[in-house]
């Protein structure tokens, strides 16, 4: 049966052009939520670790705030057989991956699983290059919700190509599955890769600082504000279906707590998907407290889907702010400095007009209630400047809704 599924899978891959498929829409309506292994646990992944992170992301209360995918990263992979198919390795995923999928599904939760565009993987395992269309037949038979392709072994190949030809046999395949694309921002894929993923990373590993470059000789991996500082100029490509990927989560991974709710909230301002990046299983209630605040995770998941844009900046406190929906916004102060700072925010006397959507904040006109979306409290009004006292590498985080 599986050969006759292939035949007509290739087959189906030398129609003509004009038959290309299309991604499978509206799986990434607002950013998707969940979690993935590699920021924690790099290469040491098992069958044992992802059916303990999905109970823990039920326990947790993570999916009730909405986070559904547990993805598996690179080194999952065994070798590929006398046909070309691909196996999970056998002694790390004993029951394989069509029950571990199962598992994960019984808990209400989508399996995510990842793989690369050339011959072998960033961690040298078997790649997809010349097997796209046998890997995402493989993957439809487990059961796979979610790819998260990767970039690396792949000299003489043209991003765009590379990631068409997957989209096109995972669309194939039939199994709907949202389509992760990672390579880095080095191809600029934000100007074609809507029609092709539904998200993309527009920069290099992120890694757990909050205000550093690690370099690795012939690559680096980027802090907090260094990756932030690079998503200047790309919100106008973002919305339903085709996000800017900020790289996966540090929360819970090593900074201070100011620094986990500083870049928890920036991810949410800036409609990246959010996927935890952790260990679920032994996180601490303020860790859990951070990556569970339901008001945060609703800005992030707003309806609108239009990124924050940056304001303004006096003394190294920076003003952020995100239209939503029902005329409310988002606004963020983020004290970049490692000290204190005291900041004020006039919003009478603020020209607040984002082009993009169209939407101005005139607060001389209409009045907005303030909530403190971290400390769960009335902030009082538009009508009065909003004095506050950041922490260093922290944020003031509010809601502003018409009255």
């Not at 038979?141 to 765009?160: Q, S």
């Not at 590379?162 to 694309?181: D, H, N, Q, W």
């Amino acid at each position: 049966m599986r050969n006759i599924k292939l035949l007509l899978l290739l087959a189906a891959a030398m129609l003509p052009s004009l038959a290309m498929a299309q991604k499978f829409e509206g799986l990434a309506k607002t950013p998707q939520l969940g979690w993935n292994s590699w920021n924690k646990f790099g290469c040491n992944v098992s069958e044992q670790l992802i059916r303990e992170t999905a109970d823990a992301m039920v326990s947790s209360g993570m999916k009730a705030a909405g986070y559904q995918y547990i993805n598996i990263d690179d080194c999952w992979h065994g070798e590929r057989d006398a046909r070309g198919f691909i196996h999970p390795n056998k002694e790390h995923f004993p029951s394989g991956m069509k029950a571990l999928a199962d598992y994960v599904h019984s808990k209400g939760l989508k399996l995510g699983i990842y793989s690369d565009a050339g011959w072998k993987t960033c961690g040298g395992k078997p790649g997809s290059r010349g097997y796209e269309y046998q890997d995402a037949l493989t993957y439809a038979e487990w059961g796979i919700d979610y790819l998260k392709y990767d970039w690396c072994n792949t000299n003489g190949l043209k991003a765009e190509g590379a990631y068409l030809t997957m989209r096109e046999a995972l669309r194939k395949a039939g199994r709907p599955v949202l389509f992760s694309i990672c390579e880095w921002g080095d191809n600029q894929p934000w100007e074609w890769a809507k029609d092709v993923g539904h998200s993309w990373r527009t920069t290099g590993d992120i890694y757990n600082c909050f205000d550093c470059v690690h370099d690795h000789g012939t690559w680096k991996s980027w802090g907090v504000l260094q990756i932030l500082d690079k998503q200047d100029g790309l919100r106008e490509h973002a919305g339903a279906d085709h996000w800017n990927d900020m790289d996966m989560l540090e929360v819970g991974n090593g900074m201070s707590i100011n620094e986990d709710r500083a870049h928890f909230s920036m991810w949410a301002m800036l409609a990246s998907p959010l996927i935890a990046g952790n260990d679920l299983r032994t996180m601490s209630k303020e860790t859990a407290a951070i990556l569970t605040n339901r008001p945060v995770i609703a800005v992030n998941q707003d309806g609108l889907g239009v990124q924050a844009f940056r304001h303004s900046a006096r003394d190294g406190v920076e003003f952020w702010l995100k239209p939503m929906t029902d005329g409310a916004w988002a606004f963020v102060a983020l004290n970049r400095n490692a000290e204190a700072r005291k900041a004020s925010f006039d919003w009478k006397s603020e020209s607040i007009r984002d082009p993009l959507s169209r939407r101005e904040l005139d607060a001389r006109q209409a009045s907005y209630t303030l909530h403190d979306l971290w400390k769960n409290a009335a902030a009082g009004t538009t009508r009065r400047a909003f004095t506050m006292e950041i922490p260093g590498h922290d944020v003031v985080m509010v809601k502003l809704t018409p009255r």
